[in-house]
């Protein structure tokens, strides 16, 4: 499957954005997706992970209750809605796929597809 992620962006602290990763193929739906993050001179970190369906999500700490992972197998993308966003949450985003089983997975190791990445920019 090949990633493409867009909607990275400058925004304020305490504003919003919402990134796309549209996938090719069509088996879409038996992928499941993650989001990481890696700010400069720092290690790439995850973010968020959705099942198959998009039933059931799973959030680090430091986005839980402001960032949404959600996913639309018809249009064969995901999305992450970004709320109240901080300075520290500028980084480099990048969606990422995995049919290895289980869908909650936080270790970049265990994603095999990876986007290009989208810059998101947080100023304060």
């Known amino acids: 499957v090949q990633l493409q992620a867009s909607g990275g962006g400058l925004v304020q602290a305490g504003g919003s954005l919402r990134l796309s990763c549209a996938a090719s193929g069509r088996t879409f739906s038996g992928y499941a997706m993650g989001w990481f993050r890696q700010a400069p001179g720092k290690e790439r970190e995850f973010v968020a992970a959705?099942?198959?369906?998009?039933?059931?999500?799973y959030y680090a700490d430091s986005v839980k209750g402001r960032f949404t992972f959600s996913r639309d197998n018809a249009k064969n993308t995901v999305y992450l809605q970004m709320n109240s966003l901080k300075p520290e949450d500028t980084a480099l985003y990048y969606c990422?796929?995995?049919?290895?089983?289980?869908?909650?997975?936080?270790?970049?190791?265990?994603?095999?597809?990876w986007g290009q990445g989208t810059q998101v920019t947080v100023s304060s």
């Open positions: 959705i099942s198959w369906s998009g039933g059931s999500t």
């Open positions: 990422a796929a995995t049919n290895r089983g289980s869908w909650r997975r936080r270790s970049d190791n265990d994603y095999d597809y």
